[in-house]
């Protein structure tokens, strides 16, 4: 039975049962900022089992993609040795929010795993909470003659945290049979593969009180969770995660580009095919490499799988190309990869050149650091440490290149240096607020806000809530507030727009909106404040919005559509938005490309905008469901989730065509004019471009024409003649300074002291305001009249001393140059470096430069 089979024949089952079917939420929580990665089905329902949040359904089933690489609950390192480890995985759930509890909840898993699959209930035996009689008894009722251990550990106790809901739990096991090592769960011989969990039942029958005490919850709820490869691996047969249909077509490409297959290959197999799915689908999901956070925890997955490419003998990039075979893998289960496809290549392809030009720079380091260490020896931990944490190499990397040196590393110190740095950079959350729980409250009591601004600017609504200082109240007579009406024209942020500013007025009171923001993804709230009278619950209020920010923000967000059409057209459909900013004054956009964009480029960029905005092309936005959206072509934010019903805006004919809620232009020659201020580098393959249009673009024009102006009369040449003209004047500036210089060497060299000791000439020059070039190309005079001998040059600036020793080649037996620059710099407080030949530093004490002089002739 194919995994592609279990999944739909499970969310049929639980269809059938009256479960809502939801899509699985992305990688990247969207209500949790605590949480680093969805790693459980139940994520996306928190708030609901918390009671902060209702939907309109009681029970629910999912496949939810799931990723357990960092945080609280890491599986990374486990990954390649056990059967059963992955650090992404997929979860089938079924969860009931206050209807169904125990009985129906057993009897739906048995009958699922019993008659839908065909499981033998003779290899199946449960686990419960060893007080839980209730789970027991029904257990006894549903499967007469099971096997039930009871379990008196957390195992078999599931708590949300520290207070909270909480319950025991009742899990399935499947027993792989006499040929597999290993004891039954809860018995002395307990380990092993032998009997593997396939399905937890989690009873949410308490909340867990801050003095311990557990109290029945008013609404009993279930969280399950079923493992996908586990159940593919019982139904085809395989004792071995990674040996079902998910893995085979990855497993036969590595194999191919490898050119192996032995069985102490396999844990790299392994590695390597469960981490290109957690890297594909963190990137369809919008995170990228980086040094913090997600983007580091990608990172460390895309470095382990390329150091298990090296073991196997793989010595260039080829995550890359091995993602394509995931994707055909999973790209109908999940069509976000199929969309990200060309995306989800560049993004590793320019990681694993990155990564094999570090590993090059790293192996120096570390063949340096083990200079002097003899055989036996070990590497200093610290040192280990930085290769991993500079380098990327892991551990057992330079335990593995040190191994034919026989040289050892200090584990023990490696590991104080990694625990350091893991209390530096432990995850504390995303950084986004998490929302109040007022406002979850009044979700409860309010009606969704019905948003008119799509078709007007202003309107006459009621005022249902306002919240000051996080509390629901029915008056504001003073200082700042939210206020939430029935309906408002008022656009909340979202999506990268700002929201919207304006005014609110009732027959008692007058507001100043600053802000407008959306709450539980229903509630609409009017950021105000209040500059006259007072408001009050219930009163009629008349709603204006600030028509003309509004047309400069629609202006800018339809301008950031077609900046990405165009981008995609230049560049390819590799390039995706990764994130958005606009306002009134500019807009950003920040979007996947490997490399900086020329002048040359952004200059096309600019020119395509700017002849769609001149076509005045119309601008036609519509609801339609999001199958039928996606089918026609229309392009939606990676990791974003969506409802059954979405918004699309089309420019012209198809010249730009996404998903999108936000407000905009009715036609491209309202934008007026489009112009880039800046691109650059955010992150490991995304760019980031600001620009502005309309009004700030007319504004931008002026300056640029005054400064031209300003240009041309200082330079007493026409407009059109500044630049060969700056270039003349630069040219002859060039002379000058090449004069200067050419002046400033013979000075020197006209005051240079030559004296002779043991031997030896020694040249000494001192100088003023000489730069580093100046220095050497001093050095270098002097060496052209006298390749023997040591040069000693001593250069004051305003606030240091610069000093240059370089030593002739048939001295250098007998002088080090940097040996001579430390005994000049110890009288200067200074520092710096250099070899035999040629060494350079500087230092604070301009008193003291005589005596740094005297002794390095002194030293020779």
Same mark, same amino acid.
């Given at each position: 039975?194919?995994?592609?089979?279990?999944?739909?024949?499970?969310?049929?089952?639980?269809?059938?049962?009256?479960?809502? @079917? &939801?899509?699985?939420?992305?990688?990247?929580?969207?209500?949790?900022?605590?949480?680093?990665?969805?790693?459980?089905?139940?994520?996306?329902?928190?708030?609901?089992?918390?009671?902060?949040?209702?939907?309109?359904?009681?029970?629910?089933?999912?496949?939810?993609?799931?990723?357990?690489?960092?945080?609280? $609950?890491?599986?990374?390192?486990?990954?390649?040795?056990?059967?059963?480890? $992955?650090?992404?995985?997929?979860?089938?759930?079924?969860?009931?929010?206050?209807? *169904?509890?125990?009985?129906?909840?057993?009897?739906?898993?048995?009958?699922?795993?019993?008659?839908?699959?065909?499981?033998?209930?003779?290899? %199946?035996?449960?686990?419960?909470?060893?007080?839980?009689?209730?789970?027991?008894?029904?257990?006894?009722?549903?499967?007469?003659?099971?096997?039930?251990?009871?379990?008196?550990?957390?195992?078999?106790?599931?708590?949300?945290?520290?207070?909270?809901?909480?319950?025991?739990?009742?899990?399935?096991?499947?027993?792989?049979?006499?040929?597999?090592?290993?004891?039954?769960?809860?018995?002395?011989?307990?380990?092993?593969?032998?009997?593997?969990?396939?399905?937890?039942?989690?009873?949410?029958?308490?909340?867990?009180?801050?003095?311990?005490?557990?109290?029945?919850?008013?609404?009993?709820?279930?969280?399950?969770?079923?493992?996908?490869?586990?159940?593919?691996?019982?139904?085809?047969?395989?004792?071995?995660?990674?040996?079902?249909?998910?893995?085979?077509?990855?497993?036969?490409?590595?194999?191919?580009?490898?050119?192996?297959?032995?069985?102490?290959?396999?844990?790299?197999?392994?590695?390597?095919?469960?981490?290109?799915?957690?890297?594909?689908?963190?990137?369809?999901?919008?995170? /990228?490499?980086?040094?913090?956070?997600?983007?580091?925890?990608?990172? +460390?997955?895309?470095?382990?799988?390329?150091?298990?490419?090296?073991?196997?003998?793989?010595?260039?990039?080829?995550?890359?190309?091995?993602?394509?075979?995931?994707?055909?893998?999973?790209?109908?289960?999940?069509?976000?990869?199929?969309?990200?496809?060309?995306?989800?290549?560049?993004?590793?392809?320019?990681?694993?050149?990155?990564?094999?030009?570090?590993?090059?720079?790293?192996?120096?380091?570390?063949?340096?650091?083990?200079?002097?260490?003899?055989?036996?020896?070990?590497?200093?931990?610290?040192?280990?440490?930085?290769?991993?944490?500079?380098?990327?190499?892991?551990?057992?990397?330079?335990?593995?290149?040190?191994?034919?040196?026989?040289?050892?590393?200090?584990?023990?110190?490696?590991?104080?240096? &990694?625990? =350091?740095?893991?209390?530096?950079?432990?995850?504390?959350?995303?950084?986004?607020?998490?929302?109040?729980?007022?406002?979850?409250? &009044?979700?409860?009591? @309010?009606?969704?806000?019905?948003?008119?601004?799509?078709?007007?600017?202003?309107?006459?609504?009621?005022?249902?809530?306002?919240?000051?200082?996080?509390?629901? #109240?029915?008056?504001?007579?003073?200082?700042?507030? /939210?206020?939430?009406?029935?309906?408002?024209?008022?656009?909340?942020?979202?999506?990268?727009?700002?929201?919207?500013?304006?005014?609110?007025?009732?027959?008692?009171?007058?507001?100043?909106?600053?802000?407008? @923001?959306?709450?539980?993804?229903?509630?609409?709230?009017?950021?105000?404040?209040?500059?006259?009278?007072?408001?009050?619950?219930?009163?009629?209020?008349?709603?204006?919005?600030?028509?003309?920010?509004?047309?400069?923000?629609?202006?800018?967000?339809?301008?950031?559509?077609?900046?990405?059409?165009?981008?995609?057209?230049?560049?390819?459909?590799?390039?995706?938005?990764?994130?958005?900013?606009?306002?009134?004054?500019?807009?950003?956009?920040?979007?996947?490309?490997?490399?900086?964009?020329?002048?040359?480029?952004? @200059?096309?960029?600019?020119?395509?905008?700017?002849?769609?905005?001149?076509?005045?092309?119309?601008?036609?936005?519509?609801?339609?469901?999001?199958?039928?959206?996606?089918?026609?072509?229309?392009?939606?934010? /990676?990791?974003?989730?969506?409802?059954?019903? #979405? +918004?699309?805006?089309?420019?012209?004919?198809?010249?730009?065509? =996404?998903?999108?809620?936000?407000?905009?232009?009715?036609?491209?020659?309202?934008?007026?004019?489009?112009?880039?201020?800046?691109?650059?580098?955010?992150?490991?393959?995304?760019?980031?471009?600001?620009?502005?249009?309309?009004?700030?673009?007319?504004? *931008? /024009?002026?300056?640029?024409?005054?400064?031209?102006?300003?240009?041309?009369?200082?330079?007493?040449?026409?407009?059109?003649?500044?630049?060969?003209?700056?270039?003349?004047?630069?040219?002859?500036?060039?002379?000058?300074?090449?004069?200067?210089?050419?002046?400033?060497?013979?000075?020197?060299?006209?005051?240079?002291?030559?004296?002779?000791?043991?031997? #030896?000439?020694?040249?000494?020059?001192?100088?003023?305001?000489?730069?580093?070039?100046?220095?050497?190309? %001093?050095?270098?005079?002097?060496?052209?009249?006298?390749?023997?001998?040591?040069?000693?040059?001593?250069?004051?600036?305003?606030?240091?001393?610069?000093?240059?020793?370089?030593?002739?080649?048939?001295?250098?037996?007998?002088?080090?140059?940097?040996?001579?620059?430390?005994?000049?710099?110890?009288?200067?407080?200074?520092?710096?470096?250099?070899?035999?030949?040629?060494?350079?530093?500087?230092?604070?004490?301009?008193?003291?430069?005589?005596?740094?002089?005297?002794?390095?002739?002194?030293?020779?």
């Amino acid at each position: 039975m194919l995994t592609s089979d279990i999944r739909r024949d499970f969310l049929k089952f639980f269809r059938n049962c009256g479960h809502e @079917l &939801l899509e699985s939420s992305p990688i990247v929580p969207q209500n949790d900022p605590s949480l680093l990665f969805v790693n459980a089905g139940m994520v996306q329902f928190k708030n609901v089992f918390l009671g902060l949040e209702t939907r309109r359904y009681k029970r629910a089933a999912t496949v939810q993609k799931c990723i357990r690489a960092g945080g609280k $609950h890491n599986d990374l390192d486990q990954v390649g040795f056990t059967a059963r480890h $992955h650090t992404f995985f997929e979860m089938l759930g079924n969860f009931s929010f206050g209807d *169904y509890f125990k009985e129906e909840a057993i009897n739906f898993a048995w009958h699922f795993l019993t008659r839908e699959l065909g499981l033998s209930p003779h290899k %199946l035996l449960v686990t419960i909470f060893h007080t839980d009689k209730e789970a027991e008894l029904i257990w006894k009722k549903v499967a007469p003659g099971i096997a039930i251990i009871p379990i008196a550990t957390a195992d078999n106790f599931w708590s949300m945290g520290e207070v909270g809901p909480c319950g025991p739990c009742s899990e399935i096991f499947y027993d792989l049979g006499d040929g597999v090592a290993g004891g039954m769960p809860g018995t002395p011989d307990e380990g092993g593969d032998r009997y593997m969990e396939i399905w937890n039942i989690v009873f949410m029958q308490f909340e867990q009180q801050k003095n311990g005490e557990k109290i029945p919850l008013e609404k009993q709820s279930i969280d399950t969770g079923i493992g996908l490869e586990r159940i593919a691996s019982v139904m085809q047969g395989k004792k071995d995660n990674y040996l079902i249909d998910l893995f085979g077509n990855i497993i036969d490409r590595i194999k191919t580009i490898s050119a192996t297959n032995h069985e102490n290959t396999y844990p790299s197999y392994k590695v390597i095919a469960d981490h290109i799915r957690s890297i594909s689908f963190l990137i369809a999901d919008g995170v /990228f490499p980086s040094n913090e956070g997600r983007g580091y925890v990608l990172r +460390r997955i895309l470095r382990r799988a390329m150091r298990h490419g090296s073991l196997i003998h793989i010595k260039k990039p080829f995550l890359f190309g091995l993602s394509d075979a995931l994707v055909d893998t999973m790209k109908d289960a999940y069509p976000e990869l199929g969309k990200a496809r060309a995306v989800i290549a560049s993004t590793i392809l320019k990681e694993e050149e990155n990564f094999l030009e570090t590993l090059e720079r790293g192996l120096k380091i570390l063949q340096a650091d083990i200079k002097g260490i003899p055989s036996g020896g070990v590497l200093n931990g610290e040192k280990a440490f930085k290769l991993y944490d500079t380098y990327g190499f892991p551990l057992d990397l330079t335990q593995d290149i040190l191994k034919s040196e026989h040289i050892g590393v200090d584990t023990a110190g490696f590991e104080k240096a &990694l625990q =350091e740095q893991q209390s530096r950079s432990k995850w504390t959350g995303s950084g986004e607020t998490k929302e109040e729980k007022i406002w979850h409250t &009044l979700r409860e009591k @309010l009606e969704p806000t019905e948003f008119c601004g799509y078709e007007k600017i202003e309107d006459r609504s009621d005022i249902v809530a306002i919240v000051q200082n996080n509390a629901d #109240v029915s008056l504001l007579s003073a200082g700042k507030a /939210f206020l939430v009406t029935k309906a408002t024209p008022f656009y909340a942020e979202c999506g990268g727009q700002c929201g919207d500013a304006g005014f609110l007025k009732t027959s008692s009171g007058v507001c100043k909106v600053v802000n407008t @923001l959306k709450f539980c993804d229903a509630i609409i709230a009017h950021e105000v404040e209040l500059i006259s009278g007072s408001l009050k619950i219930r009163d009629e209020a008349h709603l204006k919005v600030d028509c003309l920010r509004r047309q400069k923000i629609a202006a800018n967000h339809t301008a950031t559509h077609l900046l990405q059409a165009a981008l995609r057209l230049i560049f390819g459909e590799h390039v995706v938005q990764r994130g958005s900013s606009l306002n009134e004054n500019r807009l950003r956009l920040d979007f996947s490309h490997s490399s900086a964009i020329s002048t040359k480029d952004l @200059l096309r960029i600019e020119r395509i905008v700017n002849e769609w905005i001149l076509q005045n092309l119309p601008v036609t936005c519509s609801v339609t469901s999001k199958n039928e959206a996606i089918s026609a072509g229309a392009m939606a934010l /990676f990791g974003e989730k969506y409802g059954d019903f #979405v +918004r699309t805006v089309r420019v012209g004919g198809g010249e730009s065509f =996404e998903l999108c809620g936000g407000t905009h232009v009715s036609s491209t020659g309202k934008i007026g004019i489009f112009k880039i201020l800046s691109e650059a580098s955010i992150g490991s393959g995304i760019r980031r471009i600001e620009a502005i249009t309309e009004k700030k673009a007319l504004e *931008y /024009f002026e300056e640029i024409e005054k400064l031209l102006d300003q240009l041309s009369e200082k330079l007493k040449c026409a407009k059109s003649e500044i630049a060969p003209k700056i270039d003349d004047v630069l040219l002859k500036l060039k002379q000058k300074n090449q004069e200067v210089a050419v002046y400033k060497q013979k000075s020197a060299l006209e005051k240079m002291q030559t004296t002779r000791k043991n031997d #030896v000439n020694i040249y000494s020059l001192m100088t003023s305001n000489f730069n580093t070039e100046e220095l050497r190309s %001093l050095n270098d005079a002097v060496r052209s009249q006298s390749p023997s001998g040591i040069v000693i040059i001593l250069n004051q600036s305003e606030d240091k001393v610069s000093l240059l020793v370089s030593v002739g080649k048939d001295l250098q037996n007998r002088y080090k140059a940097g040996e001579i620059l430390k005994i000049g710099l110890g009288p200067l407080n200074g520092s710096g470096g250099g070899n035999i030949a040629l060494a350079h530093g500087g230092g604070t004490e301009k008193s003291r430069i005589s005596e740094a002089l005297e002794c390095m002739r002194n030293a020779i």
